[in-house]
Each structure stands twice: as C-alpha cells, then as structure tokens.
C-alpha cells in the first residue's frame, strides 16, 4: 500500500518536493491557498508580480532541480543566464564578470514560469493539488491536517507524514511551536522593507540580460536596490528602504521620489524615472523577514523545508536554492535510511541546521555591505581576486563566485569569507 505524504505550501519547493515524492511511488498531496497556476487568468498571474524578479537560480538550485529528472532546455527557457555584476556608484556601471567553474550559468529567473514547469511535471505524476485552500492546523501526533476550501468547506487530511513548505508565516511551524516542548523559534525584522517596481525593454535601457544590478552603494546606508532582466525583456528592480523618513517606503510625495530616482538611477530617461515614480507610490511594500527555528521536524511524522524552517531576505540570492536544496537532500537521505522517517527527519535537522545557519549569518552581512558600503568594500572584493589569482595556494578564492557557480556548503564558504577577511586585514597593516 503506498504511503501518503501531505505537503502544505505548493510554491517552488513543495512542488519540487512533490515530483520527486511522486516520483518513488508515494501518493502526495498538496496544500496550496492560491490558484493554479496552469489555468489561464489564474490569480496568481497579476501584471505586476508577474514579471518581477523573483529569484536568482544559481548552480546548487539547478542542480536540485535537474536531479528530479527535469530538462536542462525547458529550466533555462524560465530565466536568463548570469555571467556577472554590475555595482552602480554615482551613476556609473562597475562590472564583475564571473566565470563558471561547473560548466553552469545562475539564471536570472521568471519565477512564474519556473513555478508552471514545475506544477506541469507534478501533474504528469500523479500529484493531487488542493488550490485555494488554508491549512488551519496541524496534528503532530495522529498526523492530520485540517484545511479550508471555497465556500468555507472544511475538511481533514490524515497522511504518513507532513511536510511544511508553507513559507515564512508557516502554519506548519506554528503547530510546532505550539505542540513541542522546547521548540525555539526567532522571528526579527530587517530595518528595510522593498517594492518591486517594473520597466519594460531593459535593453533599449541599456540594460544587460547576463547581469545583475545592484544601487545604493553611494548612499550611506539609505537605501539598496537590485535588478535583473527576465525572459519578457523587461528589468525588475527591488527597491529596500527604510519604513520610516523621508525618502522611506511610506513617502507619498511625488517630488521626493522623483528626487530619490534622478539621483539614484541617472542612467535612465526622465521618462522611465516618472513610471517608477507611479509605480512606487502605488504598489504595497513587503517586509524583510528572517526565520530561525532550533529544529526542522517533529519525531518521524512532520518536516519543515525552505523558508518554513529558516526565511532570510534576499541579499545573498540563497533563499530559493536553499529551499531547493532542502528538498535534494531530504530525498538522498530518504533513498538511504528507507522508511526509517524518524532517522532521516532527525539526520535532515542536523545537516541543514547548520547550513541554514552560515546562509543567513552570511546574508545578513551582505545585507549590512549593500545598505551601507564605502570605498573599502570595492578594494576588499579588487583585492581578493587579485590575491587568489597570485597565489592560489595561499589566499582563500572568490567567495562570490563559489557561491553562485557551486553547490559548497554554506558553512565552507562562510569560513572562505571569514579567511578573506583575515588576509584582507593582513594586508593592510603589511
């Protein structure tokens, strides 16, 4: 008889976790609040949200999702590849370009797109959906989910585990938080929120495709912003400012904003500045949350994946390819311990802990070198490449490029860039 797997949250990791679940025979359900994507004028599909930058796949989420069996083609049709970085300081472009080491290029990615690939193998195997539907609460012991559908209809779900990928304000988590002893969690708020402002035809823009793009660098902490193109052609710029002050995310004043953008983004046309001035007035902020919890599951009967277990923002563009990651070595270890669901949950929290962990310490720390960066900044990242490059033996390698181009664990390369930082030092007082 084949066991079943619940999983609430049916966004980029529960569905990756869903194929492959499926894959070995298990019959998996899957909890989602919003519409299905597959169908047409779906919710999901807002002309804004739509087209903004999402995520950045680099090499380790690739890697998670091709080993589901999933085409390389159809994969790169979702984003556009990255070879390098751009640093924008008084108006003018700063370019790293960065080599593969794994014959793999990050994607810049239509999260969109790469949410529907992923829904339309799931549905080759067999996977059952319930979109529109709030997970409420959550059994720990009998393994039970209670769920609410259109209309207000209720229903319970009873499966052989239960697997949380319901993101940051996971319901899943906060049955355990309520349901186990000495369960620790920590919530904190960075002091930037953002918005997500899009403009169309990036390269009359003068706009690269292969790049990401990074501002505020120049402004003494005020504010940082990215962008990227994605596949429609369009650029997408996240802009994190404070909640309060002026310029902040609560300014209504046109001409303060419009002030904030001819300073900032003097590379664009006064008109392109005005509709990002539209836009930032009009359109909601969202938060910048981070998330630890001190496990990731209860017993063998529930597991946390992704944001559920530990949310960060996205300084380091690692969330996603965590998550993904998250999903690759919950399947390895399953494939090794079998149905053995209290070893492989117990083995999961203590690889992934610790990996969760040095990504979010590491992203909170480029977090503080966007926000709020000076001239050290740009001579520290000159300085490491060329270092490396003289003596390879010696000097620790770029820590940007093995964390976008290879799939090293994330407390190795924070130790790369805690070494980086000692030799940087050295090299000054020498």
Not at 5 to 26: D, E, H
Not at 157 to 163: K, M, R, W
Not at 272 to 281: C, W
């Amino acid at each position: 008889m084949k066991k079943t797997i619940i999983i609430v949250g049916g966004g980029l990791a529960g569905s990756l976790t869903a194929i492959y679940l499926a894959q070995r025979g298990y019959d998996i359900h899957v909890i989602e609040k919003r519409s299905d994507p597959l169908q047409d004028n779906a919710a999901t599909a807002d002309p804004v949200s739509s087209r903004a930058i999402g995520v950045s796949m680099t090499v380790r989420g690739i890697k998670a999702v091709l080993a589901a069996g999933i085409s390389r083609q159809e994969l790169e049709q979702c984003g556009e590849p990255i070879v390098g970085m751009a640093f924008c300081v008084r108006g003018q472009l700063k370019v790293r370009e960065l080599s593969p080491l794994e014959d793999m290029f990050p994607l810049s990615l239509d999260r969109n797109a790469f949410q529907r690939l992923l829904n339309r193998y799931a549905v080759k195997h067999n996977v059952k959906y319930y979109f529109e539907h709030r997970c409420l609460d959550v059994d720990l012991e009998h393994k039970t989910v209670l769920i609410q559908g259109k209309g207000g209809i209720m229903q319970h779900l009873h499966g052989d585990l239960i697997i949380g990928a319901d993101g940051a304000h996971s319901a899943v988590r906060r049955a355990m938080q309520s349901g186990m002893r000495r369960f620790e969690f920590k919530q904190s708020f960075f002091r930037h929120g953002y918005k997500t402002l899009v403009l169309p035809n990036a390269k009359e823009l003068g706009f690269r495709k292969d790049l990401l793009y990074f501002f505020g660098m120049d402004s003494k902490g005020l504010f940082a912003g990215r962008a990227a193109t994605i596949p429609d052609g369009s650029i997408s710029f996240a802009i994190c400012l404070p909640y309060s002050g002026m310029p902040s995310l609560a300014t209504l004043h046109r001409e303060t904003m419009a002030e904030f953008f001819g300073r900032y983004f003097s590379m664009l046309p006064e008109a392109s500045r005005q509709a990002l001035v539209d836009q930032f007035i009009a359109l909601p902020s969202n938060d910048l949350i981070n998330v630890r919890s001190s496990t990731f599951h209860y017993k063998g009967n529930v597991l946390l994946l992704g944001d559920s277990a530990h949310a960060t923002a996205p300084f380091l563009g690692q969330g996603m390819n965590m998550a993904l990651e998250d999903v690759y070595v919950f399947i390895t270890l399953l494939e090794k311990h079998g149905e053995a669901l209290d070893v492989v949950l117990s083995e999961f929290t203590r690889q992934r802990k610790v990996q969760a962990d040095a990504m979010q310490d590491m992203a909170i720390a480029n977090y503080e070198a966007l926000s709020n960066p000076n001239f050290i900044f740009f001579l520290q990242t000159r300085y490491t490449r060329y270092m490396h490059k003289k003596f390879p033996n010696v000097y620790p390698p770029d820590m940007a490029e093995k964390l976008y181009f290879t799939s090293v664990p994330y407390d190795e390369l924070q130790q790369i860039q805690k070494k980086q930082n000692v030799w940087y030092k050295l090299g000054r007082v020498n």
